[in-house]
């Protein structure tokens, strides 16, 4: 362990996921106390189990059933680290991508709304209440990361339109909290992943070849990301290695969006 993050509290929404849970392992790895938010509560206690499993040195791990689309969940999580000594890092990842998600012909009112809830409002929640912590107890540095995609920067032909719409607000949201919360020394910072191997998208796909060609042939490298290489980036923006790094769209795609053509 180098403890790039000693003596720091994180909160991790989405922690029993893919990357949430990948990014709590690497948390505890450096040293940092960590709250796992989720809404599964069954997924969590399987989470919170590999966690204390994988890190037997690890400080604090703890677990909360948070719906982040309820701003009193994620307050009382929040608050819940005061006597920890309040939040030092936010990871707001957690996100869904509805299987009735389509294009704008075709999405449900109500998909949209409860994506824009989970995935917009849910981000909005959690930098709002990291800020109140940070502020209570006068903290001159802290780091809140906001889990967006590429999605908010290129459009995609096999639409979830909802879904990009929300990761859009993700990004400006995320670029706007940094400028206004830089002199206090509050950074945040959006990280893009490309689509990826978890269940979020692994799930959705299933065994449909065809979408899955649909999208292999446009990666680069040829394979989906894994949870473990965003994980890295977040550790990196949550450390005080990214010092300076501030209101970054911080892109981890094995360089799908700046893609021509792909190599054959
Ligand atoms: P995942 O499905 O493995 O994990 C998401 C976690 O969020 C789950 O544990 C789920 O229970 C939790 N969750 C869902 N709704 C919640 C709510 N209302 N409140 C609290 N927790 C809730 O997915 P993942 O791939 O790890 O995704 C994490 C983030 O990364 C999401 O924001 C997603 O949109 C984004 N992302 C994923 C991909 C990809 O291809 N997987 C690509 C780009 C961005």
Redesign the pocket.
Known sequence: MSGRLAGKNAIV??????????TTILFAREGANVLM????EE??SR?QVKVKQLVPSAGRIETTI?????ES?VQAAVESLDPWGGVDVMFN?????HARDDDAVNTPEDIWDLTQ???VK?VWFGCKHAVLSLRRHNKTKGSIIN?????ALVGSATPQLA?TA??GA?LAMTRELAIVHAREGYRFNS?????????????WLGDDKAKRHRREIHFPTGR??E?IE?AQAVLFLASDDSSFVNGHDFVVDGGMTKAYVTPE
């Open positions: 929404t989405g922690a029993a996921g893919g990357i949430g849970l990948e938010a989720d809404i599964s997924a969590l989470a948070c719906d982040v689309s309820k969940a990842n957690a996100g869904i991508m809830n989970i995935n849910g889990t967006a995609s590429v999605v879904y929300s990761k993700v990280l893009c992943p490309a689509p990826l191997n978890t269940p979020l998208l692994q799930d989906f990301g949870a965003q």
